[in-house]
């Protein structure tokens, strides 16, 4: 019989996916442990380990706990925590969020003595802390940008003076990133960086986030502040204001629905910049894993890999320790 020889492509590809070593030699890019960060939530007590409902896994802890926690993620090689306060007590002016002895500050303290080599990021926000769970001061219905600006200054700057290595300030308020460097500086905390959750979208995703922090907005939403998920322009222009005004590491949350963000804003300006995986996309990912319908390992590091492909140079991420743990294993 005769054969039929056909045009064979001088070009395979798949040449280079025929063997594992092969594949790894050309990967073109790939997870560490040391792009991973660990968010934390932080209340009083002791020996405190409550689960988030909506978020398997994760746990309001009480500072002990915090520093047992940490201890285990830099075990493994988790660079840094990204932590957040509960305060026992709102109130309408935040008041705990940059108190000397606030439940950050507290436990900031505890964890550069304990584990100095950890850096600690430190979300500078009111929300946890406003008795309407708003980001800012709020007079007859409305968000103010410019006396919320100077409470978010004092709260970098406690988070700062109690040992904060990173200020990572999530409230979206004009003008915030200049105030809190120029509080820092005044300080001669000069070497404190920013991360500036500079892309920050009023996303749907945040959902069970707000279980964790417990900071439902009381009345109305954030897309006053928030920046809207329809707009690319918009969040270039948003990281722009935040580089002038002296951030030093730039974020966009969430991450997963905003790769096209993401890859603009590394592209656009070349800062260090975060992807945060929040705390709706870890929360999908649980739920279906729980029900067997997908892998969790796989698609967990799938999805932290295409915010390496789309220009994170670090990722914020519930998953970090079993990410940690499946990268070393």
Known sequence: MKRFHGQYPTHRLRRLRQHPGLRSMVCENR???????????????RHLRREVKSMPGVFQLSPDEILHTARQ?????????LLFGLPDK?????????????????????????????????????CEYMSHGHCGIVRN????????????????????EAGADIVA???????RVRAIRQALDHKGLTDVPILSY????????????????????????RRSYQMDPANVGEALREVSLDVQEGADMVMVKPALAYLDV?????????????????????AM??????????????????????????????????SAMDVATWIKG
């Open 262 to 282: 993401l890859h603009q804003v590394k592209s656009t300006f070349g800062l260090p910049t975060a992807a945060y995986a929040v705390s709706g996309e870890y």
């Open 90 to 126: 709102k109130d309408a002016k935040a008041s705990g969020a940059y108190a000397r002895n606030g439940i950050v500050q507290k436990t900031v303290r505890l964890l550069k003595k304990e584990i100095p080599g950890l850096l600690v990021i430190t979300d500078v926000c009111l």
């Open 31 to 45: 997870l560490s442990v040391q792009q991973l960060v660990l968010p934390l939530f932080v209340r009083s007590g």
């Open 285 to 318: 990912i649980k739920a279906a894993a729980a029900r067997g319908w997908i892998d969790e390992r796989a698609v967990t590091l799938e999805s932290l890999l295409a915010m390496r492909r789309a220009g994170a140079d670090f990722l914020i991420t519930y």
């Open 169 to 175: 300030p999530s409230d979206m308020m004009d003008g």
């Open 198 to 221: 500079a892309a920050k979208f009023a996303s749907a995703y945040y959902g069970p986030f707000r279980e964790a922090a417990e900071s439902t907005p009381q009345f109305g939403d």
């Open 141 to 160: 219905g409305k968000i103010l940008n410019d006396p919320s600006v100077h409470l978010l200054a004092d709260t970098a700057l406690s988070h700062a």
């Open 73 to 81: 993620a830099h075990s493994l090689g988790i660079p840094a925590i």
